[in-house]
């Protein structure tokens, strides 16, 4: 069985908020350590979009199974005076052994959905939410900004360059492994091929052709043609960008070696790359290629392929890797439902607008919506939350990257047009079971108390 | 002296865009290894910014000067097929050597202001652009963003709540510094207070509450109170929020505990922030403290404060640890001049929209404006860029977080009030010199080519 893979060699055991330590700290002392279930959902799709691409998933098993408080850890623990001695060798034998359902990578969903449910002892299901929720939330919101700029290239490559305007440069490597589940060709981030085999390309940076000063423009081209024979991809617009496809074309020309595309960074781009092709297609060079980056998204891209520019790729930076338009995904990880003795009893949060689903789910997926319903109800439809974790060990085959990134092709091309749209979509629908809604009424007319329902 | 600190301890060698280390490959086969000179700038003030904090410049140092290719990256570089073995030993034996001069962290600045300048052998100043941009775009956003919300909270305790909103957990880590050079009280991230030495906070989740079931809030308040005497602040909206402070009142007393403080995290939040008072009042708890959180900013609490509301805290969380309002910082890190024998030739990009101050700069602070003049020029006022790093090492004091925080609370105080208000503030002026206006135009005529010019 594949062990999931963690992004990072560091250890995340203090990337908690410290409430979720001093709460451990208060359930174990008082013996409250029977099992409790979590569900992370995302309470209402953010503007713009559709529906969202579940991902993250491998990451944050990685992160529970791994979960480890070292000795530099339990020593500043130590330090901070609130938590004793016997706590900190509880936290020092830590680890995850219970169980993880969740919607697999790549699948598009709707809000409300639970894309993930743990259920643990209450402690370790306590400790892990901070760094679990960050984990889902960052690469679930770029996989679903970036199925949509995927979706307005029309199948041309959109590439990930954003590296440099990320939360640190850590960040990098999850926004690469997203943009790709969602069809991305791959990234400009070395890093991420090094670590999950992902595509990586490069072109060159403007500060290249200035190392060779005046009037040397095509010196540089010639120079990185034969370095990078057949793949090297020139920037045109350091001086003049038409000028820069004329010395492109007699660089390539002078060096006898194939030119394997231009990049456009600046400019009118549409105009631009239409006088671009012709030049190249007029030299013969029609299978040189033609990038554009510069502050692209799913809406100019979606511009620039209306007005008929004749593009290529797409270097995404800034607009990708920062989800910019909807920069932050509302991931919540609720109790639903916690041990009585033998028996899983639901529960709820009942306070004003933040709500919450009693009980554990399952989603049936359907060819118009999808349905939330409690995890016994066997209804039409796919289920789509599987066992991944039993007893705090992987329990099903981990999908590959590649098989992730067919599974977002396939089920995203399923959706209605409206929903796929990049202008205005419609909300992917997600409707509640009649047993559901009947649960939630009743502890709602409760006020969220116990019920005794057996849910599980 | 004291050596700059890292965030990680993981490498951030490959964190690199790849036309990073396909450039160097090509400057060093042919031998263009003189000193180059880089600045980084940010182009414009994002929108509802009147200043910016500069910050990350440690992280930014410590990566510098522990860049190391290890064996696997070599190894993985190694099977890209694109590197010669010559090139990769040339990296494995790469340590910055170069020159470091930048604006002190903390320090209110405008936008095309350089705010760091590497010079250094021209592969070295290559291959650092990625991560050392994304270290800085990262806690100069988010501090330029913390500025603004500490200021509306109007001297009332800012902390940051943002790790499982943020890209990634590692991310943490920069938003906790940054928020707090900008004035935040500290951060509930744990690892932050153990790497950073930040204070750090928290209270308590709904989930706490709702582990004792039905009818026992009072129950879960008792507990809390008596394992974190003095400190417990208890939240009070899981099921009825004035209920929850009744409750809480009697836990209190119950356990003769005092009450630290309660949360509040939905509802209407200024009447309940009122009748919450008046109850923790009439019951005597006089020193008992409110804290505000759930999607709040600089504006949510600007009304919270206008209204009256008699709140002592804020826990702020996706929209300080996003930016969410503008979520990107569009730092740039452009060749500004080149050696040439023995002198530095000034250079700049003339393509449309994205042109570059030529040279070497120094910033000058006066009260009402700062100048970018050329490095050689003396003007008046305050010179901002300092020298850091000669030669590969840290060659002046590196101030402490304390020290930053005071330089940024100062200098900010200092900044005009329309610079500094919340709602459409002006952008803070600044203005280039003669001389370096001149230069510009000259360069501009002659198509950005080299001039000759002697810039240091």
Redesign the interface.
């Known amino acids: 069985m594949r062990q999931p893979q963690s992004?990072?060699?560091?250890s995340?055991a203090?990337?908690?908020?410290?409430?979720?330590?001093?709460?451990a700290?208060?359930?174990w002392?008082?013996g409250?350590t029977g099992v409790?279930c979590?569900e992370m959902t995302v309470r209402s799709l953010p503007p713009s979009r559709g529906y969202l691409v579940a991902a993250g998933l491998e990451q944050a098993l990685a992160?529970l199974l791994s979960l480890r408080y070292g000795a530099?850890?339990l020593e500043?623990?130590s330090q901070?005076g609130?938590y004793s001695a016997e706590f900190l060798s509880v936290l020092e034998g830590l680890r995850f052994t219970g169980d993880v359902d969740a919607i697999p990578e790549g699948t598009p969903i709707g809000a409300e959905v639970p894309l993930l449910r743990v259920t643990a002892p209450?402690i370790e299901a306590?400790v892990v939410?901070?760094?679990l929720?960050?984990?889902m939330?960052?690469q679930t919101m770029i996989a679903s900004k970036a199925s949509r700029i995927v979706a307005a290239a029309e199948g041309r490559e959109v590439w990930d360059?954003s590296?440099?305007?990320?939360?640190?440069?850590?960040?990098?490597?999850?926004?690469a492994r997203a943009a790709y589940i969602a069809g991305c060709a791959g990234t400009?981030?070395?890093?991420a091929?090094?670590r999950l085999g992902l595509p990586?390309?490069?072109?060159?940076?403007?500060?290249?052709v200035?190392?060779f000063?005046?009037?040397h423009e095509q010196d540089a081209f010639e120079?990185?043609l034969r370095?990078?024979p057949g793949?090297a991809v020139l920037l045109v617009?350091?001086?003049?960008?038409l000028r820069g496809v004329d010395r492109a074309i007699a660089a390539s020309r002078a060096t006898r070696v194939s030119l394997a595309g231009v990049r456009l960074?600046?400019?009118d781009i549409a105009v631009l790359a239409r006088l671009t092709r012709e030049k190249l297609d007029a030299a013969g060079f029609t299978s040189a290629r033609i990038t554009a980056s510069g502050d692209l998204d799913e809406y100019s891209i979606d511009s620039l392929l209306a007005a008929g520019a004749p593009l290529d790729a797409f270097g995404v930076g800034?607009m990708l890797g920062?989800?910019?338009d909807a920069?932050?995904?509302?991931?919540i990880?609720?109790?639903v439902a916690?041990a009585?003795g033998a028996e899983m009893?639901p529960?709820m949060?009942?306070?004003?607008?933040?709500q919450t689903d009693p009980g554990l789910h399952q989603v049936f997926h359907t060819e118009s919506h999808d349905v939330i319903a409690l995890a016994e109800e066997t209804l039409p439809g796919e289920p789509l939350m599987q066992p991944v974790v039993r007893g705090g060990a992987v329990c099903a085959e981990l999908p590959s990257l590649a098989e992730i990134r067919e599974r977002c092709r396939v089920r995203v091309a399923a959706l209605p047009v409206e929903v796929r749209r990049i202008h205005e979509p419609q909300p992917w629908p997600v409707v509640r079971s009649a047993r559901l809604e009947e649960l939630r009424d009743r502890l709602l007319r409760?006020?969220?108390?116990?019920t005794g329902v057996k849910v599980a």
Chains 1, 2 share one sequence.
């Open positions: 992004l990072t060699d560091c995340l203090l990337h908690t908020d410290e409430y979720a330590l001093t709460m700290q208060s359930f002392r008082h409250q409790a979590f992160y530099r850890d500043f623990l901070r609130i209450r306590t939410e901070s760094s929720l960050a984990l939330n960052h360059f590296l440099r305007r990320l939360q640190g440069p850590e960040a990098a490597l999850g926004v400009a981030t070395v890093a091929g090094a990586t390309t490069g072109t060159m940076a403007h500060h290249f200035l190392a000063g005046e009037d120079q990185f370095d990078y793949r617009d350091t001086y003049d960008t960074d600046s400019g800034t920062t989800s910019a920069p932050t995904m509302g991931g990880y609720k109790l916690q009585r009893v529960t949060k009942v306070s004003s607008a933040k409760e006020g969220g108390h116990r």
